[in-house]
C-alpha cells in the first residue's frame, strides 16, 4: 500500500535508502530483461538501463553518506 509507505518514510535518509534500494531492484529487474531479450539491439538496451540505475543507486549511497 501506498500510503503505509509514505507514512513509514519520516525522514530524509529513510526516503534515500528506499531510493537506493528501488534503484538497485530496477537495475537487477532491466539485467534480467537483458537475458530475455530475443534481439542484441533489445539487450544492448536493457543492460544501458541497468547500468543508469546502478547509476543513480551509487549517487543515492553517495548523498547517504553525507547525511
Known amino acids: 500500500n501506498v ?4 507514512r513509514a518514510i519520516d525522514s530524509v535518509k ?3 535508502i528506499l531510493a537506493i534500494h528501488t534503484e538497485k531492484y530496477a537495475a537487477e529487474y532491466f539485467e534480467g530483461m537483458s537475458e530475455k531479450a530475443t534481439t542484441k539491439g533489445g ?3 536493457y543492460k ?3 547500468d543508469e540505475e546502478r547509476g543513480h543507486a551509487k549517487e ?3 548523498v547517504l ?3
Open 65 to 67: 553518506k553525507s547525511i
Open 43 to 45: 539487450a544492448e538496451m
Open 60 to 62: 543515492l549511497e553517495a
Open 48 to 50: 544501458e538501463l541497468a
Open 3 to 6: 500510503e503505509k509507505l509514505v
Open 14 to 16: 529513510k526516503a534515500v
